[in-house]
């Protein structure tokens, strides 16, 4: 009898316990776990089961385990999805597969970056920055990082690795994005690709400074400002901005607000998204939300210089409880 994957894989089953072998079906779906019970109940029926054809199949299986020194996993991966799901899907699973293994690691692509580029990513880094990287790559790869970059760089990395200074998870992983982002930019301009737009990219490393602590934080963004000083402050600017509203935490809201009059927040919050109109009215007090309208029902119709001027205002004002540390994000 020829069997079909579905009954190798049903008669791989009966060579285990029945405990083990419901551990090993507990991550499949019902659905697939009752096509491997019926196939079971078929083979047992038919009474291949308990012929030789299992034992065959356990030795199949010991075979394709034993460790082959020419065996490439990329390789083995595509051909297996490719012939389980078909080219197009498991191009698709391949893409999944990267993002979760991401999630799970955000140092995993770092990783497996070659260590040139890596060290010329680094170079243009804050030194903090280049440790926290080497500090998780393996000690070898370090090693060869190390050896690519200039000597300068290289005793102000290895003088903080030493100092064995406490990075926080988030820190580490804000840090990996960063630099991760950094390299796909390089082999994206090495191999001629069309490159982000600057003020794209120049917000997504604008928010992942301002989830550091502040002083890592700090650190980078003067790093940022020595190699070119309109880009630093461009990115100080881009750290927090009006769309940002929603995401601010209630009580720096509060305190934004404070010094910021009804009638300039009025004309802030003239025709404003509703999200951000929400947000603000949602942290003050009933009494200053009803001056507030009053003050709303009195304009007509506002100049737009003077709407985005006081937008700005507010802005500002949460810029600067940014950079003294004292602005947080419900995003986290």
């Not at 776990?33 to 029926?45: G, P, S």
């Not at 050896?147 to 102000?156: C, Q, Y």
């Not at 802005?315 to 940014?322: A, G, I, S």
């Amino acid at each position: 009898m020829v069997l079909t994957g579905r009954q190798k894989a049903a008669l791989l089953l009966t060579c285990m316990d029945g405990n083990m072998a419901g551990d090993l079906l507990k991550g499949l779906d019902p659905e697939t776990v009752k096509d491997l019970a019926v196939e079971l109940a078929y083979l047992d029926a038919t009474g291949v089961s308990r012929g030789t054809q299992t034992m065959e199949v356990a030795k199949q299986f010991f075979n394709s385990l034993r460790v082959d020194e020419g065996f490439q996993f990329k390789k083995f991966l595509q051909e297996m999805l490719s012939s389980a799901v078909g080219d197009e899907r498991a191009r698709q699973v391949q893409t999944q597969i990267k993002d979760l293994l991401r999630k799970r690691d955000t140092f995993i692509p770092i990783r497996s970056t070659d260590a040139k580029t890596i060290a010329t990513v680094l170079e243009s880094e804050h030194p903090q920055a280049a440790a926290v990287i080497l500090s998780e790559l393996a000690a070898n790869k370090s090693a060869e990082v190390l050896g690519h970059l200039a000597e300068g760089v290289r005793l102000s990395v290895v003088g903080r690795m030493a100092r064995c200074e406490s990075v926080s998870p988030e820190a580490k992983k804000r840090i990996a994005e960063m630099v991760f982002g950094r390299i796909e930019a390089a082999k994206g301009a090495a191999a001629g690709e069309k490159t982000t737009a600057p003020e794209e990219t120049l917000r997504k490393v604008a928010v992942i400074l301002r989830n550091l602590g502040k002083d890592v934080r700090n650190g980078l963004l003067a790093a940022i400002k020595e190699k070119d000083q309109q880009a630093g402050e461009k990115v100080g600017s881009l750290m927090v901005i009006w769309e940002d509203i929603p995401a601010v935490g209630d009580r720096s809201l509060q305190e934004a607000m404070r010094g910021i009059d009804t009638k300039k927040l009025a004309l802030a919050l003239f025709k404003a998204d509703e999200p951000i109109v929400r947000k603000a009215r949602s942290n003050i007090s009933e009494r200053a939300a009803a001056t507030l309208d009053e003050e709303a029902s009195l304009m007509t119709a506002p100049k737009k210089e003077e709407i985005e001027q006081a937008r700005e205002d507010l802005v500002q004002v949460l810029r600067v409880m940014n950079e003294k540390g004292e602005l947080t994000f419900a995003e986290g």
